[in-house]
Each structure stands twice: as structure tokens, then as C-alpha cells.
């Protein structure tokens, strides 16, 4: 079992900056990918970001590449999502996932259903 916590979200303006942390139990941390989600209101989930189990590797959505950054300390057990340049588009509710049958990004990463376990979310407002 993994539980997975998430924080650091809130209201900012355009422009702005926020981190979210996502904090894991366990003592496998290091050897799954995580990744972000996040839903707006009225539509479906989408992929945003995923990391490897040792964080050498990223993958990333067109719509956050180059504004998003994904890392994780596996000494403190967390990912951490840094969301720069935000957009009233990334107005959503954010989660965090692990994939504990993936220690490497493969095809599907970006995918749900790939992720067996997932945070209760935190919600990003972007005001324009």
C-alpha cells in the first residue's frame, strides 16, 4: 500500500509561480515512476508530467513543457511539481500518482490507468 499527500496549492494570479509537493509512504519510493494529473472542472483527467524511480528521466505534456517541472528527493520520499508562467487554462485540481510497476517511462506513461495508486488532490486556481 501506498498512501500519497498532496499540498502546496492555491490561488495565484497569471504569470505566477506555485510548487506541489506530493508525499509517499513506503520504502520502495525509488523504484516507480510518479507522475501529476490534474482535472478541470467538467473534463476529463489529463496526463501532465511523470518521472522515473530514479528521477533521471521526465516526460511531459505539450500543453506544461517548458513552463512545469517535475523532481523528486527520494530521501524525503516526495515529487514536487514547479509551475511557472501559470495560465487560467491550469486551473484545476492536481494529483499525484505512482506506477509501482514502472521503474522507467514507457509508452502509455501518460495514461491513468497505468497509475495504481493516487492522492486525494489539491486544487490550483489561476486568475487572469
Known amino acids: 500500500q501506498v498512501q500519497l499527500v498532496e499540498s502546496g496549492g492555491g490561488l495565484v494570479q497569471a504569470g505566477g509561480s506555485l510548487r506541489l509537493s506530493c508525499a509517499a509512504s513506503?520504502?520502495?519510493?525509488?523504484?516507480?515512476?510518479m507522475g501529476w494529473f490534474r482535472q478541470a472542472p467538467g473534463k476529463e483527467r489529463e496526463f501532465v508530467a511523470a518521472i522515473t524511480g530514479s528521477g533521471g528521466g521526465t516526460y511531459y505534456a505539450d500543453s506544461v513543457k517548458d513552463r512545469f517541472t517535475i523532481s523528486r528527493d527520494n530521501a524525503k520520499n516526495t515529487v514536487y511539481l514547479q509551475m511557472n508562467s501559470l495560465k487560467p487554462e491550469d486551473t484545476a485540481v492536481y494529483y499525484c500518482?505512482?506506477?509501482?510497476?514502472?521503474?522507467?517511462?514507457?509508452?502509455?506513461?501518460?495514461?491513468?490507468?497505468?497509475?495504481?495508486?493516487w492522492g486525494q488532490g489539491t486544487q490550483v486556481t489561476v486568475s487572469s
Open positions: 513506503g520504502r520502495t519510493f525509488s523504484s516507480y515512476v
Open positions: 500518482a505512482a506506477d509501482r510497476n514502472s521503474r522507467f517511462i514507457s509508452e502509455g506513461q501518460n495514461q491513468s490507468s497505468r497509475y495504481d495508486y
